[in-house]
């Protein structure tokens, strides 16, 4: 809001507390848009950041919930628990624990389309399977 202000700081600090915006140099817009970038930006560092599980730990749960081998999920089966197992790892992977989808296609050996699709499939099914409280230690 400085720059608008014709970058006279005295204008700003002549107003009162409550007429006052939050800005930030590096974002052209009003107060009530810079504070939800600023809020958007702190939640992707934190999930960025986040202390992560490794995949083969997160694939171990994955297994041992649904009751399919941790090989069996990597496999390229199209049967229906193998398929499921999948998607849940691959949610968990991509959204939960923050990896790439391009490391998780490569672990399990499909495509990166493939795990993008996945993830959609996912999410419905980490509630079928409650696994969504289980994913943070």
């Known amino acids: 809001m400085l720059r608008s202000a014709g970058g006279d700081k005295r204008t700003l600090l002549g107003r009162k507390k409550e007429e006052r915006e939050l800005y930030d140099e590096r974002i ?16 992707f560092l934190e999930r960025k950041y986040r202390p992560k599980k490794t995949i ?3 694939i171990m749960v ?9 090989e069996l999920i990597c496999s390229r089966s199209r049967q ?8 849940i790892f691959s949610y968990l ?6 990896y790439p ?3 998780v296609a490569r672990f399990l050996g499909i495509k990166r389309m493939s795990v993008h699709e996945a993830v959609t499939r ?9 696994l969504l409280g289980q994913k943070r230690e």
């Open 28 to 43: 052209l817009g009003g107060g009530d848009f810079v504070s939800a970038i600023l809020q958007q930006s702190e939640k």
């Open 56 to 58: 083969d730990d997160l």
């Open 62 to 70: 994955v297994a041992s919930k649904v009751g399919v081998s941790p």
């Open 80 to 87: 229906k628990k193998p398929s499921e197992a999948r998607a």
């Open 93 to 98: 992977a991509v959204e939960e624990t923050g």
């Open 101 to 103: 989808a391009a490391d």
């Open 122 to 130: 996912g999410k419905t099914l980490c509630t079928e399977y409650a």
